[in-house]
């Protein structure tokens, strides 16, 4: 069964910026997708990446501050954040869905998720 570890949250003031890595034991079988949940809301999807590697979705309020790269060689999916806001606070968590050509921001399809890194922006 695939593997999903997150790392990289922490605290950051107002206009700061984090890398958020998500280490995937086979990420060629799979679409990866990035999510958070703030407490007392919903799991929100921000962004994905297909299979092939070569289509990405982003959710439309973090779409020019958020980036998703993905390194083969090291199985790991990258989350670029930047000019973050205390909005921007959750747990932050990464998932896997089994080969998807379309990837997609929507959490139902995912069949496996990391345990979350936390993420706090705050002065």
């Not at 790392?7 to 079988?29: D, F």
């Not at 990866?32 to 703030?38: K, L, N, Y």
């Not at 000019?83 to 496996?112: M, R, S």
Request: overall charge neutral; proline content about 4%; glycine content about 10%.
């Amino acid at each position: 069964q695939v593997q999903l570890v997150e790392s990289g949250g922490g605290s950051v003031q107002p206009g700061g910026s984090l890398r958020l890595s998500c280490a995937i034991s086979e990420s060629r079988l799979y679409a990866i997708g990035w999510f958070r949940q703030a407490p007392g809301k919903e799991r929100e999807g921000l962004s994905c990446i297909n299979t092939n590697g070569d289509r990405t979705e982003y959710l439309d309020s973090v779409k020019d501050r958020f980036t998703m790269s993905r390194d083969i060689a090291k199985n790991t999916v990258y989350l670029h954040m930047r000019n973050l806001q205390p909005e921007d606070t959750a747990v932050y968590y990464c998932a896997a869905q089994n080969y998807a050509q379309y990837c997609t921001i929507v959490p139902g399809p995912y069949d496996h998720w990391g345990q979350g890194t936390q993420v706090t922006v705050s002065s």
